[in-house]
């Protein structure tokens, strides 16, 4: 049975403190243009609660990981380790007990993809709310984050004289001769067989499926041949 780091709080006071959280990740990323935006967040909360209620996860820490889980990432941060400071000062004075406060600062911490080589999640609570990102990362929504991402790195549509990578350090990930089309096979494509939960594997299937269709329809219309 997963460890309850929310007990000692009554739900009212979870609430107040989810909704302080929704009201600083909107201030920091409503207008962001990655598509690391509000409404990321929002639908990577919505998810988490889906899969951390069929899965049995603490609610709790699921949805305040998830709502937290960007404001420190150094893709959207001149500062990472200002960000970091100001992400644990607001915890701290937050209300929220310690041991949630070191959950989810560890979920946070871990659960970025960064070229696919990191360690499993420790925790259930880590794993639902890193499969409910990488969701939103696939099937139709995957798709036009994908692409908002690029225009935002200034990168191309495709290019069929760049491959795609493998194998890849953090810093090869970030970094590099890159398209978007190219990202399905860096990453997005890799996915589905990455998800931690049995209810996210079933979700996965579905926008799995979408995405090669459209990587289908997409070669060829570039070629004229549709």
């Known amino acids: 049975m997963t460890q309850r780091d929310g007990e000692d709080l009554t739900r009212e006071q ?3 403190i989810l909704l302080a959280a929704e009201a600083l990740v909107k201030e920091k990323l409503e207008r962001d243009s990655s ?7 929002y639908r990577v909360v919505q998810t988490t609660k889906r899969i951390a209620a ?3 996860a ?3 820490v699921c949805e305040l990981a998830a709502l937290l889980h960007d404001v420190v990432d150094e893709k959207l941060n001149a500062d990472p380790a200002a960000a970091q400071r100001e992400l644990d000062a607001w915890l701290a004075a937050s209300g929220t007990p310690a041991a949630a406060v070191d959950h989810v600062l560890e979920i946070i911490s871990t659960m970025s993809f960064k070229g696919g080589a990191r360690p499993p999640m420790r925790t259930l609570e880590g ?5 409910a990102d990488r969701l939103d990362a696939i099937g139709a929504v995957g798709i036009s984050r994908v692409f908002a991402y690029s225009g935002w790195k200034g990168r191309p549509i495709h290019d069929p004289s760049v491959t795609a990578r493998e194998h890849m350090t953090e810093a090869e990930y970030r ?5 978007a089309i190219n990202h399905f096979y860096e990453k997005l494509l890799k996915l589905k067989e990455l998800m931690n939960t049995a209810y996210a594997r079933q979700l996965a299937d ?7 269709q459209y990587l289908g ?3 060829a219309e570039w070629e004229g041949e549709r």
Do not use: L, P
């Open 127 to 131: 794993k639902v709310v890193q499969d």
């Open 206 to 212: 579905e926008r799995h499926r979408f995405m090669e």
């Open 14 to 16: 979870q609430e107040h």
């Open 175 to 179: 970094a590099g001769n890159d398209t």
């Open 35 to 41: 598509g690391h935006d509000w409404w990321h967040i």
């Open 54 to 56: 069929q899965e049995g």
């Open 58 to 60: 603490d609610t709790f």
């Open 217 to 219: 329809q997409f070669y």
